[in-house]
């Protein structure tokens, strides 16, 4: 393990991405209050202090083999809540530029991250602490100033449907901006519960079938 970490450090300390991610997997279940005492007691630790940290329970792991085994490729069906009065720009039958709620964004993180929510994302969710603590910054303090401050995200699906004050989904999974959805939905500080508008672009292909998802290829 040793000299594994040590070639892998060697050959990405260049990178101006470089970060180190330390995994513990723990082999039953805890609550979400159990995983924060563990994370704490590990920041406390001044060796750990430069790692990236992430804990795993067993139904996670499980829940992800699962995933992997049955190829799940999106979320079947879903919905955002967006904000009517910004407007939307639309782009015929197949896309559509909006604002839309962060806090139902958590909703889709909470209910389908390991459910397809990722699955077409190509690049998932790579920890740069950098960007990370400037996203959970503006989280915490500029709310108000995310939307310039972000790129927004990009959804993927067979079909939408604008439906008053929210966009119903089928067969979806959000191809850009897993990082912005996983680090907004794991977020647990202040203001957590005040909502502000995030742009999504959200793309379909001009007909269904199993291959409609290469229309997520090539927004990539």
């Not at 082999?27 to 924060?36: F, G, V």
């Given at each position: 393990?040793?000299?594994?970490?040590?070639?892998?450090?060697d050959?990405?300390?260049?990178?101006?991405?470089f970060?180190i991610?330390?995994?513990?997997?723990i082999?039953?279940?805890?609550?979400?209050?159990?995983?924060?005492e563990?994370s704490?007691?590990?920041k406390?630790?001044e060796?750990?202090?430069?790692?990236e940290?992430?804990?795993?329970?067993?139904?996670?792991?499980?829940?992800?083999?699962k995933?992997?085994?049955?190829?799940?490729?999106?979320?079947?069906?879903?919905r955002?809540?967006?904000?009517k009065?910004?407007g939307f720009?639309?782009?015929?039958?197949?896309?559509?530029?909006?604002?839309?709620?962060?806090?139902?964004?958590?909703?889709?993180?909470?209910?389908y991250?390991?459910?397809?929510?990722?699955?077409?994302n190509?690049?998932?969710?790579?920890?740069?602490?950098?960007?990370?603590?400037?996203?959970n910054?503006?989280?915490?303090?500029k709310?108000?100033?995310?939307?310039?401050?972000?790129?927004?995200?990009?959804?993927?699906?067979?079909?939408f449907h604008?439906?008053?004050?929210?966009?119903?989904?089928?067969?979806?999974?959000?191809?850009?901006?897993?990082?912005?959805?996983?680090?907004l939905?794991?977020?647990?500080?202040?203001?957590?519960?005040?909502?502000?508008?995030?742009?999504?672009?959200?793309?379909?292909?001009?007909?269904?079938?199993?291959?409609?998802?290469?229309?997520y290829?090539?927004?990539?």
């Open positions: 393990m040793r000299r594994i970490y040590r070639e892998k450090y050959d990405a300390v260049e990178d101006e991405n970060s991610e330390l995994v513990l997997f082999n039953t279940n805890k609550s979400e209050e159990y995983r924060d563990i704490l007691h590990l406390k630790i060796e750990l202090e430069d790692f940290l992430s804990i795993f329970y067993k139904n996670e792991v499980e829940q992800q083999i995933n992997f085994e049955n190829g799940q490729r999106y979320v079947r069906e879903g955002v809540d967006i904000y009065d910004h720009i639309k782009n015929g039958e197949n896309g559509l530029l909006v604002n839309i709620s962060a806090l139902s964004v958590r909703k889709l993180y909470d209910k991250r390991d459910e397809g929510l990722f699955e077409q190509f690049r998932y969710f790579v920890r740069n602490k950098k960007i990370d603590d400037q996203i910054s503006s989280l915490k303090k709310r108000d100033k995310f939307w310039f401050l972000n790129n927004g995200i990009i959804i993927g699906c067979k079909d604008l439906d008053g004050d929210n966009i119903k989904l089928e067969d979806f999974s959000i191809i850009n901006g897993c990082q912005t959805t996983t680090i939905g794991s977020y647990k500080g202040s203001n957590e519960d005040l909502d502000f508008p995030i742009s999504c672009k959200i793309v379909k292909p001009d007909h269904g079938g199993e291959d409609y998802l290469v229309v290829q090539k927004v990539c």
